[in-house]
T-cell receptor, first 113, second 111 residues
Framework: EAQVTQNPRYLITVTGKKLTVTCSQNMNHEYMSWYRQDPGLGLRQIYYSMNVEVTDKGDVPEGYKVSRKEKRNFPLILESPSPNQTSLYFCASSPHGGVTEAFFGQGTRLTVV | SQQGEEDPQALSIQEGENATMNCSYKTSINNLQWYRQNSGRGLVHLIL?????REKHSGRLRVTLDTSKKSSSLLITASRAADTASYFC???????????FGGGTRLMVKP
């Protein structure tokens, strides 16, 4: 089944403790991206990757890192999480940027206390 | 920055009625897409309309695009309770590298 898989689905952590949210897609898509969703603000793009070893900042990249060492994986790294990074995070992939539809993972609800 | 702005923010209708949601955006686009999100779940793609298209249909969905007004509308005909969800428009930049979402419209369809 074609899908985008994020892990974990839920995470509660403490301020400053490094964490990684994994994202994997099995559709051989070139483009992958991370969004955060906050009430009243919709979805905002954090980082995106057009292909392996190519990553770029989105609208809200501060406090986040990403890597794209292989086509299928695009982990999101929070080196020193802070409470303002409490949010619902989505990973998405598409064959060629947004030229066609984006496929979304089920989301990761992160709480930083 | 939010490229798209949906209107209304919330909409409540009876089953069988039509639901219309509007989206306005600010800059030139490659295409505009509509997505649906059930509470707390991932977004699901509904329909894509290219910048050189004016109208598109898919089942009970009808999307229009007016590039001169930088606006789009999504019409769901003969709504069902199962259509209850949030609906988002998203615009693809001309560079083709960023898909930017609006704040969404929360639709409730009462049985």
């Amino acid at each position: 089944e074609a899908q985008v898989t994020q892990n974990p689905r839920y995470l509660i952590t403490v301020t400053g403790k490094k964490l990684t949210v994994t994202c994997s897609q099995n559709m051989n898509h070139e483009y992958m991206s991370w969004y955060r969703q906050d009430p009243g603000l919709g979805l905002r793009q954090i980082y995106y990757s057009m292909n392996v070893e190519v990553t770029d900042k989105g609208d809200v990249p501060e406090g986040y890192k990403v890597s794209r060492k292989e086509k299928r994986n695009f982990p999101l790294i929070l080196e020193s999480p802070s409470p303002n990074q409490t949010s619902l995070y989505f990973c998405a992939s598409s064959p060629h940027g947004g030229v066609t539809e984006a496929f979304f993972g089920q989301g990761t609800r992160l709480t930083v206390v | 920055s939010q490229q798209g702005e949906e209107d209304p923010q919330a909409l409540s209708i009876q089953e069988g009625e039509n639901a219309t949601m509007n989206c306005s955006y600010k800059t030139s686009i490659n295409n505009l897409q509509w997505y649906r999100q059930n509470s707390g779940r991932g977004l699901v793609h509904l329909i894509l309309i290219r910048s050189n298209e004016r109208e598109k249909h898919s089942g009970r969905l009808r999307v229009t695009l007016d590039t001169s007004k930088k606006s789009s509308s999504l019409l769901i005909t003969a709504s069902r309770a199962a259509d209850t969800a949030s609906y988002f428009c998203a615009t693809l930049s001309n560079a083709g590298n960023m898909l930017t979402f609006g704040g969404g419209t929360r639709l409730m369809v009462k049985p």
